[in-house]
């Protein structure tokens, strides 16, 4: 789910211009620490924020000189990421997001983007 999600992405830009459809970092957990996504970030020029799970590490080992290095990995960087996840512990209390029922990458990004649109409204009228 995560590439096609990539793909959809834009951020404005402050002045003119059009919008930036490439982030410079990408912050994510372990479960996002495949092969395929380090490839695809790597292509595409966005630095990969992934810690890489023991398994993975046990299994690079295993293998010796032919492992290879270990993925870069910026721990004050990843600190951030505790910020997105208290956004997803929020996300969740709706239950068709939590249980990721919709099918179709586009269905699940338009309630994500619903459930932003919600809690920022929220957070507007709150504020003095």
Same mark, same amino acid.
């Given at each position: 789910?995560?590439?096609?999600?990539? +793909?959809?992405?834009?951020?404005?830009?402050? +002045?003119? +211009?059009?919008?930036?459809?490439?982030?410079?970092?990408?912050?994510? /957990?372990?479960?996002?620490?495949?092969?395929?996504?380090?490839?695809?970030?790597?292509?595409?020029?966005?630095?990969?924020?992934?810690?890489?799970?023991? /398994?993975?590490? +046990?299994?690079?080992?295993?293998?010796?000189?032919?492992?290879?290095?270990?993925?870069?990995?910026?721990? /004050?960087?990843?600190?951030?990421?505790?910020?997105?996840?208290?956004?997803?512990?929020?996300?969740?209390?709706?239950?068709?997001?939590?249980?990721?029922?919709?099918?179709?990458?586009?269905?699940?990004?338009?309630?994500?983007?619903?459930?932003?649109?919600?809690?920022?409204?929220?957070?507007?009228?709150?504020?003095?």
């Amino acid at each position: 789910m995560l590439l096609p999600m990539l +793909g959809q992405l834009r951020v404005e830009r402050v +002045g003119p +211009g059009r919008p930036r459809v490439r982030p410079d970092a990408l912050r994510a /957990d372990k479960a996002y620490s495949s092969r395929a996504i380090r490839a695809h970030l790597r292509e595409h020029g966005i630095v990969a924020v992934i810690p890489e799970p023991a /398994d993975q590490q +046990g299994h690079r080992k295993r293998r010796g000189s032919r492992g290879g290095r270990p993925p870069a990995f910026d721990a /004050d960087e990843y600190r951030g990421r505790n910020v997105i996840e208290r956004r997803f512990c929020h996300l969740k209390q709706w239950r068709g997001l939590a249980t990721r029922y919709d099918k179709l990458a586009i269905t699940y990004r338009a309630a994500a983007v619903l459930h932003a649109v919600i809690a920022w409204a929220k957070h507007l009228s709150d504020t003095p």
